[in-house]
């Protein structure tokens, strides 16, 4: 079977997508920041796959994407067929947003290219995980005609606009789309003997996989779940609504776009439908009745579910539930950090 060189194999999406990968057949060698997390992350596939498909997981390490030849390594005399490019900070915990979300989103994708144009010749694809956030800021920005031509050049007016004091929320975008804007760009400027494919979901929801000891180092949006679940949100965010998805959904999308020949050089949002606070709350009432969960109502948004071209094209077929996704989200919280008492 082929071999997939996997950035950021220890986050959320990126165990998803290679713990997919290996019971699909493939050889996976997933990038990681030091030996010790190669093997926290081994330690918690384990449980998942087979023995044959253990046997084909192997570890680079790649201690900062951000630095210039950073993948040379990993990528050099690797064999690779296929490149997954999950690798990208994820993080609303910012001080800087230049140095903390802008550089490393940026510097990394583009290092990956760079790398595998120097060194990686029997490269035929390389997938890159980018984000809903990467075509659309807002869900009242343009929905019913909102598509993967679209992207969200307002998150980087108001980064130029503001530097430093750009807020959190609006530098993850930035980066984001500035990071696949610079691959396209890449791809345009460089002869490649490689196609590219990007993914963009928006909010991204279920069951963790990966190396994490605590709720805290929960990514962001699974950790909302998990906060309203436990009481430790008051009341609903009024205008917080947007797309979700499953992320065993978006580990499905990214081998699908490996193995889809078409889906060269195209963009695939990968959404199940809309997620709102008050939708997440009706789910945990109903799934979970006994607690008290959050107070108030989430403005009526449109959010459509804008999953035809990768049901098209990439033949995702029917996207994992809300409902689903949730229950599964806090099943798999509660048997890695105990059930909690509502705080309210």
């Known amino acids: 079977m082929a071999k997939v060189l996997v950035t950021g194999v220890s986050g959320f999406i990126g165990c998803h997508v290679s713990q997919h990968l290996l019971s699909l057949g493939f ?30 997981l192997s570890f680079a390490i790649v201690e900062d994407i951000a630095v210039e030849g950073a ?15 999950t690798a990208s900070p994820a993080t609303y915990a910012i001080q800087d947003p230049q140095r903390d979300l802008i550089d490393p989103a940026v510097n990394g994708t583009t290092g990956v290219l760079k790398s595998v144009l120097k060194h990686g010749q029997s490269v035929k694809r390389i997938v890159v995980t980018s984000s809903m956030a990467a075509i659309r800021n807002t869900p009242t920005a343009n929905p019913d005609g909102l598509s993967e031509l679209d992207w ?8 130029n606009e503001m530097g430093a004091g750009t807020p959190a929320g609006i530098a993850y975008s930035a980066s984001k789309t500035l990071a696949e804007k610079a691959a396209w760009a890449f791809l345009e400027q460089n002869k490649c003997a490689f196609d590219l494919v990007t993914i963009n979901p928006p909010f991204v929801y279920g069951p963790p996989i990966h190396p994490c000891s605590a709720p805290e180092n929960l990514n962001a949006s699974v950790k909302l779940i998990w906060d309203m679940y436990i009481g430790a949100i008051k009341e609903v965010n009024p205008t917080l609504a947007a797309g979700c998805v499953d992320v065993r959904d978006v580990a499905r ?9 078409e889906a060269g050089g195209q963009r695939f949002i990968t959404s199940s439908g809309p997620y709102t606070q008050t939708l997440a709350r009706q789910v945990l009432q109903k799934r979970f009745p006994g607690r ?16 035809a071209k990768s049901k098209r094209v ?18 798999a919280c509660i048997d890695r950090f105990g059930d909690v008492k509502s705080a309210l």
């Open 27 to 56: 050889k996976v060698t997933g990038t990681v920041r030091s030996a010790a997390k190669a093997e926290q992350v081994r330690a918690s596939l384990a449980a998942l796959l087979q023995p044959a498909q253990r046997e084909n």
């Open 71 to 85: 993948f040379d390594s990993a990528v050099k005399d690797g064999g690779f067929e296929f490149v997954v490019h």
């Open 253 to 261: 999308a990214h081998a699908l776009a490996l193995s889809t020949p």
């Open 152 to 159: 969200n050049n307002a998150a980087i007016k108001a980064f």
């Open 314 to 331: 990439l033949g995702m077929g029917e996207y994992i539930g809300l409902e689903e996704s949730i229950v599964d989200t806090v099943n």
């Open 292 to 307: 008290s969960y959050a107070t108030g109502e989430t403005a009526a948004v449109p959010v459509p579910e804008l999953n």
